[in-house]
Structures are given as C-alpha cells and as structure tokens.
C-alpha cells in the first residue's frame, strides 16, 4: 500500500454528497487483493470499517449500496482468509485456562479451593502443575466461570 493511498484514504470522508466517480476511483485505487502482511491486513480492515459504518447511516443508495456492500464482502472474506493462515492460536491446557480464569477475578488460592471443593494445599498443587484437574474439578469450574467444560482440554 502506498502511502498516498493512505493518506487519500485517512482524510476522505464518505457521505452522501461525494461523487459516484469519487467512490468508484477510491475502490478501484483499492482492489481487493491477497493479503500479505498486518499493514495490509490493518489497512483492509480500517476501510472495510469505514464502508460498513457508512452503509449503515445510509449514505449510500441504490447500485452504489450495492456495489459497496460487495467489496466489503470480498475484502471481509480476505481478511477471514489471512487470520485462518496467518494468526495461529496456540492450544491452552486446563491450568493455563485456570490461571487466566483465576486471574481475571482476582481469586485467591482459598477463595480456588472453595470453588474446586478441596484444600488450599491441592490448589497449590493444580497451579504449580504437580497435579492436574479432576473430571470433578472441571464441572466445578466450568459453572463458577460459566464457561464449557471444554475449555480446560486442549483441542485436537
């Protein structure tokens, strides 16, 4: 992407009162196109955000709604296409799941403990790793953080 592009793109404001001729020149300058890299891809999606919100306060009409409403359906499938490639999620395991959870509420070892219907020693031991969860610690957790019992097994 060019930075005249970008810059075109940063101060242009659509509305309804620019020109058919103006909308088409700003989307043909930015055919749709393979996605390569996070400038591309931070590129796409600030256009594709810019386009849809306009869709929505009705500042396009007709064949150009239309036409507007079909890029952003081809650039939103490249986009979809480069995030399945290129941003790779690492599987978590039930205590790498534990410790966020835990985290997220601030909870204590005691406060754990109560939850998983145990001792405070067996939670020291599930969060240093020398003891897994049980099936029965799964259910317990699962509906404290209100979160499929999936999420503490990693994907296959």
């Known amino acids: 992407m060019s930075t005249t592009l970008e810059r075109k793109h940063a101060t242009h404001k659509f509305s309804a009162h620019n020109k058919l001729s103006d909308l088409r020149d700003l989307l043909s300058e930015n ?25 929505n306060m ?21 986009i979809k296409d480069y995030e399945d490639k290129a941003v790779k ?16 509420r601030d909870l204590s070892q005691e406060q754990l403990a109560e939850i998983l219907h145990t001792s405070q020693p067996v939670v020291s031991d599930i969060l240093s790793g020398k003891r897994g969860l049980t099936y029965d610690h799964v259910q317990f957790l699962s509906r404290f953080f209100r979160v499929s019992p999936a999420a503490f097994f990693p994907r296959e």
């Open 31 to 55: 055919i749709p196109a393979r996605i390569l890299n996070r400038r591309m891809l931070d590129f796409y999606m600030k256009l594709v955000s810019h386009l849809a919100i306009d869709v």
């Open 58 to 78: 009705g500042a396009f009409e007709g064949e150009t709604k239309k036409m507007v409403l079909k890029y952003i359906d081809v650039v939103s499938f490249l």
């Open 89 to 104: 999620i690492d599987d978590v395991t039930g205590l790498d799941m534990l410790l966020h959870l835990k985290n997220m």
